[in-house]
């Protein structure tokens, strides 16, 4: 908006007062303008606010009639409009101020927004730590657990496989040595010798796949968990 505008719309807005009040008032703003001179115009037109503000205090001053308005160099003047009627700088020196002490509040706030923000995380970390080592602690106790029960049955599979060979061979031995002097016992001891060493067989067969196959991959499988464990732990910090 430049001058003409700013004057046109004023006119407009106050071209149903009484004459004289009218050609005062339009008097002034013109004259204002032209004591300012063209290279401060947007800043008279910013001191002086929207036409809409000047118009209404214009009709307040001739509708109350009360004392409080005052036709001054400044144009119509009115407590309640004080902002928006003062001397040229006054506004410039008030608007410095109000950003002065914002920016002072603003600053204000920021700094306890970030006291706030390290006290949360100091206490939350109480928390947070203990409860992350625990569930790092029950994981890796839970795989070490798994990883020491295969190796039992591992253990158990290897013990029995050699105590069912070596117990199957001593029997067929002895069936075999009983077949001399009662057949019928002699059979069946070699019977049950041979069932002894075909368990053992057996679990030989399942301790090798166990070790061969289930434990190199469950090895890799507990070193991969540990390791994106503390890769992340590692992220964390």
């Known amino acids: 908006m430049n001058r003409e505008e700013y004057l046109r719309r004023l006119s407009y807005l106050l071209q149903d007062l009484p004459e004289e009040e009218y050609k005062d008032a339009l008097e002034y703003y013109e004259d204002y303008f032209e004591e300012a001179g063209p290279d401060r115009e947007q800043e ?24 409080d308005w005052e036709y001054t160099e400044n144009g119509y003047y009115n407590k309640r ?33 970030i006291i ?14 203990p409860a992350a080592l625990g569930l790092v602690l029950g994981i890796g106790g839970g795989v070490l657990g798994l990883a020491g029960g295969i190796l039992g049955i591992v253990a158990a599979a290897c013990a029995s496989c050699i105590g069912l060979l070596i117990g199957g061979i001593v029997v067929v031995i002895s069936g075999i040595v009983k ?59």
Request: net charge positive; aromatic share 6%; hydrophobic share 45%.
């Open 44 to 67: 008279v037109i910013r001191e002086l606010g929207r036409p809409e503000r000047i118009a209404a205090m214009i009709r307040d001053s001739v509708k109350e009639k009360d004392g």
């Open 81 to 113: 409009y004080d902002d928006h009627n003062q001397m040229p700088g006054q506004t410039e020196k008030k608007m410095k101020e109000g950003k002065e002490k914002e920016s002072w509040h603003m600053k204000g706030s920021r700094n306890r927004n």
């Open 116 to 129: 706030l923000l390290v006290i949360i995380l100091v206490l939350a970390s109480g928390a947070v730590i």
């Open 179 to 237: 077949m001399f002097t009662v057949a019928p016992t002699g059979m069946l001891l070699l019977g049950c010798g041979c069932l002894m060493a075909a368990a053992g067989l057996l679990l030989l067969m399942l301790a090798v796949w166990i070790i061969g196959g289930v434990l190199p991959k469950l090895i890799r499988w507990i070193v991969g968990i540990f390791r994106k464990l503390f890769h992340r732990g590692g992220e964390g910090v």
